[in-house]
């Protein structure tokens, strides 16, 4: 295996609030290869945005604590100086957010939010700029792009918008792409196209991805590599064929239930877990997941480790492997890798 | 742009229609006495005061008199009746004073205003954002008359440090002199606005500051002041350019009346105060008018600046 470009070790992420604290993150190791895909998956509240803001400090704040590492290209993240940061966001670290319909500034026009970042970090001509901002434009499919630039964000669709941050993410190459929900607000169809546009991207620069979504549906075609989160803590953690072929923990087996499918019988209800999250300002002791789960027992209130099972596939259960395969109610083989075009808002 | 223009001109003719008719009933009813008795003074005989309703128009019908009256206003020929001088002539005087007043208080206001609101939302929560807090409750809560006259005894009189009231124009005293002398009359003037912009501008920025825009700026690289002053205070600014331009209209338009008569600047303001305290109608009418095209054509001028600032706002729908 390459040498890893991000390793994000021990990641706790503690706010405080007047209720008191909030473990929002909860002991989180993952590590991303140059040119990887890896999901971070999981419900609101798990972590998973929180995890994901932590490597460019935008969650930093007096409220905020963070302990642990984030190593990228030997700069520690999570200690670095908001200068040295800087440096890094947007350049060599980028992140397309959730809400694109929010997230571009109201009154500036759409060529000049790209321009920004890109003369934060490279020094070159208005020209070289406008020039470099149609041709990204371009790339993620935005028409008649030297004349969108000028266009203000309130006369592009969500889809559009959508492509303008992407193109802004990819505006200085960046090693890394943190896209953070990146279709959650969209349409299904623009979902599709958001995320082969992002799947296209990748073949053609190599950049690695940490794709943050609620919604299995959405990795299985793009993901290399998965890690499922639930009440700050990663449960199960594998490549994409094994979390969708062989999950081990019952929360993934449940989120795995929970897709539409094509192949399900017609007017069955789709099966939810029964239950809310945890409440992360006075989590549960032991297993997260145990008041939801179907198969607790006693030992699980103690915290399960995150056991590697070989070749990286890890999952946090008390249950050995072989009461998980009598228990699984997802069968190895039933659940077929979602195709994007059974995606559907959870 | 165009029809918006045309629209507005509309409404302006309106609103000043509507304000001067009712500033002109408003002294038909209110029990001032008959302007005649007061115009032939004391020792006046009846001959003598039906003359004056004969020549003043005062015996014919209401809508007679308004007629007669605006007709005076738009052509600039109204008379006082306490003193018989042109009205228009007097506002004249009076005008330039009232915008050096106007003008002056409201750089003096919207900068100290913006930087004080803009360095208190930084360090919201903080002990100086504390001190400021406490500093513009005391500015909103002080009446302009008492500070002025705080201000015009202490500093004027009984330290000697400025002038005690009284303008100077430029082509009189030259510029310095003209500075010295509206110092204190900004500085009260300004007093209050200050602390009101400030606060205003304070809770904006802190709602703008946890905009998903401001991540995404943050998220590019760019510096914290960058943030701060092309994303943050750009879209914080908007709704406070609003309040500036009427404001402004107001002061400019004879509102500033404490403020002119406190400090003795004999402009549209005091003018005004001082023919209210005559019942003198036509100077009042005619102040309340050009008061009424002052904030409307300063509406306008804000909303015309709110569409440029703006790109979603458009202007004539």
Known sequence: MTEPILVIDHLKVDFQTDEGTVHAVDDVSLSLAPGEVLAIVGESGSGKSVTAMSLLGLNRGPNARFTGTAMYKGTELLSASNDDLRKIRG???????????TSLNPVQRIGDQIAEQILAHEKLSKAQVRDRVVELMERVGIPRAAERARSYPHEFSGGMRQRVMIALALSCSPNVLIADEPTTALDVTIQAQILERIKDL????????????????????????????????IVEQGTVDEIFYDPQHPYTWGLLGSITRVDRPRGERLPSIAGLPPSLLDPPAGCHFRARCPHEFPKCLEVPPLEDRGCGHADRCWLTVEEKRAKREVRPGEIGLANKEEVAPV | MGRFIVRRIIGMILVMFAVSILTFLIFQVIPNGDPAVRMAGK??????????????????????????????????????YSDQTNVWQEIKKGLPRTFALGIGAAIIWMVLGVSLGLYSAVRSGGFSDRLLTVLALIGVSMPVFWVGALMSYYLGYKFGWFPNGGYTEIAQGGFG????????????????????????????ILDTINDDYVRTARAKGISERQVLIRHVLRNSLIPIITLWGLDFGLVIGGGAVLTESVFNLQGVGQYFAEAIGRLDVPPVLEVTILGAFFIVLLNTVVDIVYALLDPRIRLGS
């Open chain 2, 177 to 204: 002199q003209w500075i010295y002398h509206l110092i204190l009359p900004w500085t009260a003037l300004a007093i209050l606005f200050v602390g009101v912009y400030s606060r205003i501008l304070r809770s904006n």
């Open chain 2, 43 to 80: 020792n006046s005989t009846p001959t003598q005061i039906a003359a004056i309703r004969d020549t003043w128009h005062f015996n014919d019908p209401i809508y007679e008199q308004y007629v007669y009256t605006m007709k005076q206003v738009f052509t600039g020929s109204l008379i006082s």
């Open chain 1, 91 to 101: 350049a060599e670290i980028a992140m397309i957010f959730q809400d694109p319909m």
């Open chain 1, 202 to 233: 990748k073949e053609e620069t190599g950049t690695a991805i940490i794709l943050v979504t609620h919604d299995l549906g959405v990795v299985a075609d793009i993901a290399d590599r998965i890690a499922v989160m639930y009440g700050g803590r």
